[in-house]
C-alpha cells in the first residue's frame, strides 16, 4: 500500500501580514522542522489539507516532495484553529523516520452518546486528547471508547482505554477522560457522581 501524501510548497512571504493575505488566498502558512532538518516556512492548500484530514487523519504519515528539494516523510505535530469561525490558520509539520520514536496527542472518540441521550443523561468530555510516544509508523488515528453501557455516575479514565503494542501512553491513567451526568443534579447522589466503573476501551 503507497504512503499518503500531500503537496507542500516553500514560503518566502513570513509575517502577520503576510499570512493573513496567504489565508484570504486559500492556503495556509506552515512551518516544517525535524531532526537535521532546518526549520523551513511552508504553505498548503486548504482544500488539499481538508480532503487528506478527511481521509487519512491527523496522524497519518505521508510524503511529500517539499519545494522539489526533499523527499520526506512528515507527520502533523501541531494545528492552530482561529478562536471565532474554527477555521485551520497555521500548522507544524515534523520530519519523521517511520521507525523514529515520537510522541503524539490522539483524539478521543467515543460511540454510544446517542444511548445516553435516550436514557436522559448527557456525555462530559473531560479530556480531549491522550498522549502516547510510539513509532511514528504506527501512530494510533483515535482513542476509542463505547459508553453505551455507561450509566449516570460513571466515567472512564485514561487507564481504561487500549492501544496497540508499542505504543506507551504519558498521560496519567487516573485522569478521567468521559463523565456521564444525569439530566438533572438531583438525580445522582454525591457518591455515586465519584463513583469510576471501567468499562472497555475498543483498540484503536
Do not use: W
Not at 478562536?83 to 507544524?92: A, F, G, T, W, Y
Not at 462530559?124 to 482513542?143: D, F, R, S
Not at 496519567?172 to 438531583?186: C, F, L, N, Q
Amino acid at each position: 500500500m503507497n504512503d499518503p501524501t500531500l503537496k507542500l510548497e516553500k514560503r518566502d512571504a513570513v509575517g502577520g501580514g503576510k499570512a493573513k493575505r496567504l489565508l484570504e488566498q486559500g492556503f495556509i502558512p506552515a512551518v516544517v522542522y525535524g531532526r537535521g532538518f532546518e526549520s523551513t516556512a511552508a504553505q498548503v492548500d486548504r482544500s488539499e489539507l481538508k480532503r487528506f484530514l478527511k481521509t487519512k487523519g491527523k496522524n497519518a504519515v505521508f510524503k511529500t516532495e517539499f519545494a522539489q528539494e526533499h523527499d520526506l516523510s512528515l507527520v502533523i505535530k501541531d494545528i492552530q484553529y482561529h478562536p471565532v469561525n474554527k477555521e485551520i490558520i497555521h500548522l507544524d509539520f515534523q520530519k519523521v523516520d517511520p521507525q523514529e520514536t515520537v510522541q503524539m496527542e490522539i483524539p478521543v472518540r467515543v460511540t454510544g452518546e446517542e444511548t445516553c441521550a435516550k436514557a436522559g443523561n448527557s456525555v462530559l468530555h473531560q479530556l480531549n486528547t491522550i498522549t502516547v510516544e510510539c513509532p511514528a509508523g504506527g501512530i494510533p488515528k483515535y482513542a476509542s471508547a463505547d459508553i453505551s453501557g455507561l450509566e449516570a455516575g460513571q466515567s472512564i479514565t485514561v487507564a481504561d482505554f487500549r492501544f496497540p503494542e508499542g505504543v506507551k501512553v504519558l498521560t496519567d491513567p487516573s485522569k478521567v477522560v468521559i463523565t456521564i451526568k444525569g439530566h438533572r443534579s438531583d438525580q445522582v447522589s454525591d457518591e455515586e457522581k465519584e463513583t469510576h466503573i471501567p468499562v472497555p476501551a475498543t483498540e484503536s
